[in-house]
């Protein structure tokens, strides 16, 4: 079955920048999409599209991609940004798959 | 302000069956697909399948397919998860999302815990 991998975990200290990536065969041809999960609260969407960003979720978040990889860049990360963060796209048939997962860490 | 609210929490035994709801407010609930998602307890998200309320096409996740049971009711705007045969594996949080082709899954239900243990 298709698989979308990312890191398990990143750290960075506050103010500096995040980078969390997601690789995956089919994402040259699919969008990616990203959402934020903070302890005990349902996903909120963060970007779109690959590298759109809905309204509301703050200037600092972005993405894109090159190849079969997209990534997730946090600039200026904040403490309130310390949650898990899961890619999601899909196959070449068009089911719907999430990465792994990878907790961002505010040292 | 679009809203997704789900039942609420639910203890069943193995072997007993379950359906939790997902209802729709401040849009057109047929003109969206809603996806179900379940997190087992400290696990990340997996896909189960969607539906799309307008005509009820209904699209499972392979390791979902025959597990599980998607439908909707367009009249109450509410769609719903079951099971007919509950086992302790099922035990998780799962939620509800609104889609769209390109537009991601936006918003989220807050979630219906469901614990199966004899």
């Known amino acids: 079955s298709y698989e979308l991998t990312q890191p398990p975990s990143v750290s960075v200290s506050p103010g500096q920048t995040a980078r969390i990536t997601c690789s995956g065969d089919?994402?040259?041809?699919?969008?990616a999409y990203w959402y934020q999960q903070k302890p005990g609260q349902a996903p909120v969407l963060v970007i779109y599209?690959?590298?759109e960003r809905p309204s509301g979720i703050p200037e600092r978040f972005s993405g894109s991609s090159s190849g079969t990889t997209v990534t997730l860049t946090i600039s200026g990360v904040q403490a309130e940004d310390e949650a898990d963060y899961y890619c999601?796209?899909?196959?070449?048939?068009?089911?719907?798959?999430f990465g792994g997962g990878t907790k961002l860490t505010v040292l | 302000e679009v809203q997704l609210v789900q039942s609420g929490a639910e203890v069943k035994k193995p072997g007993e069956s379950l359906k939790i709801s997902c209802k729709g407010s401040?849009?057109?609930?047929?003109?969206?697909?809603i996806g179900w998602v379940r997190q087992m307890p400290g696990k990340g998200l997996e896909w189960m399948g969607i539906?799309?309320?307008?005509?009820?096409?209904?699209r499972y996740s392979p390791s979902f397919q025959g597990q599980v049971t998607i439908s909707a009711d367009k009249s109450i705007s509410t769609a719903y998860l079951q099971w007919s045969s509950l086992k302790a594996s099922d035990t998780a949080m799962y939620y509800c999302?609104?889609?769209?082709?390109?537009?991601?899954?936006?918003?989220w239900g807050q979630g219906t815990l469901v614990t199966v243990s004899s």
């Open positions: 999302a609104r889609g769209m082709a390109g537009s991601g899954f936006d918003p």
């Open positions: 401040g849009y057109s609930f047929t003109s969206y697909w």
């Open positions: 539906i799309y309320p307008g005509d009820s096409d209904t």
């Open positions: 089919a994402l040259p041809k699919q969008y």
């Open positions: 599209k690959d590298s």
């Open positions: 999601q796209s899909a196959d070449s048939s068009g089911t719907l798959v």
